[in-house]
């Protein structure tokens, strides 16, 4: 009987090496099959364990989970199951399933952890004309990287140079066992449709379409690494900076690039932030709704992933957020990050100065919003004023002034968010209290 050293091997990679865990994404169908078989034999056995995504769709997901709990147990591989549930919601069956997936993958993916994919050539060349049907620029059109970020982990695919049909050899040659999915056999779904009736149109007319198409995607590949490089030199000029929430930088040096140095450094900024892809034609929203508008008025331009604002000279990117406002949040550890209702976060680090609040552990502590009406006395100033005048100061930005955590000591107005403590709880040099910091995560 064929080892699986004797055709199919997992590249040598430094990604291998280093890994605190190695885990096979194991559907149960051919490939995964493959892959699974070829790391029991070619990687550390104690290192390995298997994640099998149960998507609810076909009749048959729990037959395909009990058979790769059952191939795992005869490796001697542990392996864990998840079920999910699968929305289509707008974006197809396929995309929401993929998602569901993903995000199964992402939550097991511990740091120093690499995930092996069993996605090989041919799964490449849908990939690159799937894209290309629904217009993607050279980032999409490179196709599936070797290896990623995931998560707090690695995404790592050994097998994309070889042939699917090189994969099916191989599982015949060893006698191995997989599953079917009986989708594979319509053309309901984008890819089964390519798989089905287009690749095999092309191949008949030009029969090395895959070195082709390989070439082209990795020139794809080369421009899109040409146009980041690029895009983060733009960035870097422009003097940016993380901020309470979301990011910002200098619109002066912006509004020089043109237009296509301007959307690339805008998707290369929201990538960076971890936010979702900007829309095709979000960038000249942008350049028509935020950038012409009166220097008074206070735009905004949002898509599914978030937002962007501008406020003075600045602009400024935000990740979506929930409701600004509730009612009181009582803060019974002090010691403990307190979850505000906008996805921000309040946290409270012992320090000295004005920058610290007094607190004792009889005293209330809570946490409120703006109302309208309130007034104060920074520890810094000699009278109180509005607290709507003092924000306003301050220069913190419009958005976030009905989102500013007011924390409150029995009742009294203590200190606003991390921006100053009010006079009478602000500490003196050398006495220990509470410094507030306010942010994302």
């Known amino acids: ?81 998840f079920r999910v549930v699968v929305s289509a919601s707008g974006k197809g069956l396929e995309e929401a399933a993929r998602e569901a997936r993903y995000r199964c993958f992402t939550a097991l993916a511990g740091r120093g952890d690499l995930l092996l994919m069993a996605h090989h050539q041919d799964d490449q060349m849908e990939t690159v004309l799937l894209r290309l049907l629904r217009g993607a620029g050279p980032k999409g059109l490179a196709g ?57 149109a092309l191949a008949t007319r030009w029969p090395d379409y895959r070195q082709r198409l390989a070439r082209s995607a990795a020139q794809c590949a080369s421009a899109d690494a040409a146009l980041r490089e690029q895009a983060a030199e733009d960035l870097a000029a422009l003097a940016p900076r993380g901020e309470r929430v979301g990011a910002s930088f200098e619109l002066a040096g912006f509004t020089a690039l043109s237009g296509p140095r301007q959307e690339q450094l805008l998707r290369h900024w929201v990538e960076t932030l971890a936010l979702a892809p900007l829309p095709h034609r979000l960038p000249a929203t942008l350049a028509r709704d935020l950038l012409a508008a009166r220097q008074d008025a206070a735009p905004q331009v949002a898509w599914p992933g978030g937002e962007f604002r501008r406020y003075r000279g600045r602009l400024y990117v935000l990740p979506l957020q929930g409701e600004s406002r509730s009612e009181s949040l009582a803060v019974t550890d002090i010691t403990a990050p307190l979850s505000l209702p906008d996805g921000s976060t309040l946290r409270f680090v012992q320090g000295r100065g004005a920058a610290a609040f ?3 552990p009889a005293q209330r502590l809570e946490v409120r919003f703006r109302e309208g009406g309130e007034r104060c006395q920074p520890a810094a100033r000699s009278a109180s004023a509005p607290l709507k005048k003092i924000l306003q100061e301050y220069a913190l930005e419009p958005w976030l002034r009905e989102r500013l955590p007011l924390i409150y000591i029995d009742g009294e107005l203590a200190a606003a968010g991390d921006l100053f403590v009010c006079t009478g709880f602000a500490c003196g040099p050398d006495e220990e209290g509470f410094v507030p910091h306010w942010g994302s995560g």
């Open 358 to 360: 007094r607190f004792r």
């Open 1 to 81: 009987m064929a080892s699986p050293s004797d055709e199919i091997r997992i590249p040598p990679s430094a990604l291998l090496g280093d890994a605190k865990r190695l885990i096979i994404a194991f559907s149960g169908g051919l490939d995964s099959t493959v892959l699974l078989h070829a790391a029991a034999a070619q990687l550390p056995r104690h290192k390995l364990r298997a994640v099998h995504v149960n998507h609810g769709i076909s009749p048959n997901s729990d037959h395909w989970q009990l058979h790769c709990e059952a191939v795992c147990r005869a490796l001697g591989i542990p392996c864990d199951s």
């Open 144 to 200: 599936m990287p070797e290896s990623r970020q995931l998560g707090a982990g690695h995404l790592y695919r050994p097998f994309l140079h070889y042939r699917r049909d090189q994969l099916e050899a191989q599982a015949h040659a060893l006698r191995l066992s997989w599953v079917e999915d009986e989708s594979n056999e319509g053309i309901a779904y984008d890819r089964n449709y390519l798989r089905r009736e287009v690749l095999p």
